[in-house]
């Protein structure tokens, strides 16, 4: 079955290092993927996009890759801060199928 | 613009009632998802809406079911709880379904808890 997998459940770095979150996908071809943050006891808000043809995709201190031939996703905090805190979420998705949800990764920077 | 809205906020039931949920999406959204976030799980796909269609569902069982109405506002109607339907209930609406640029903006969510 399609499968989306956030190797780390919780990551702790230090406040002004570059955090790396993973996103691997198994048993399917996403047109794009999707990453997003939640705060705890509200939902989850979008990030970043990054489409099947495009290597790399930044937004400020953010960055996102998407290699088609590893199957993987990789998320950059880069000068991490410790309000980047929170559990991030990775998401595939085409027009073919329903979006499909990582579990996340719960990311905490400490100062 | 006003972002997503979820009715109620917080839920408490008892084991074999009924709930109903209730979202409005953004003003224009014509897609609606709604999902299930437990601990253990994390986000799990229930079905999607759009102009009034399910277009996808998830593997959920049949007491779980929604529905679309004209102005795009969906509700989500639970039957017979179980303890295992205790969860944060995430609607999410975007303007078409499916396409690659198109985001999923989500509401706080409903947290339903069964006793």
New interface residues.
Partial sequence: SQKIEQNSEALNIQEGKTATLTCNYTNYSPAYLQWYRQDPGRGPVFLLLIRENEKEKRKERLKVTFDTTLKQSLFHITASQPADSATYLCAAGSSASKIIFGSGTRLSIRP | KAG?TQTPRYLIKTRGQQVTLSCSPISGHRSV?W?QQTPG???Q?LF?YFSETQR?K?NFPGRFSGRQFSNSRSEMNVSTLELGDSALY?C?SSLTP????D???????TRLTVL
């Fill in positions: 997503v998802s999902y799980q994390g986000l796909f999607e996808n998830g995430l999410a499916g396409q690659a640029t985001t999923q903006y989500f509401g706080p969510g």
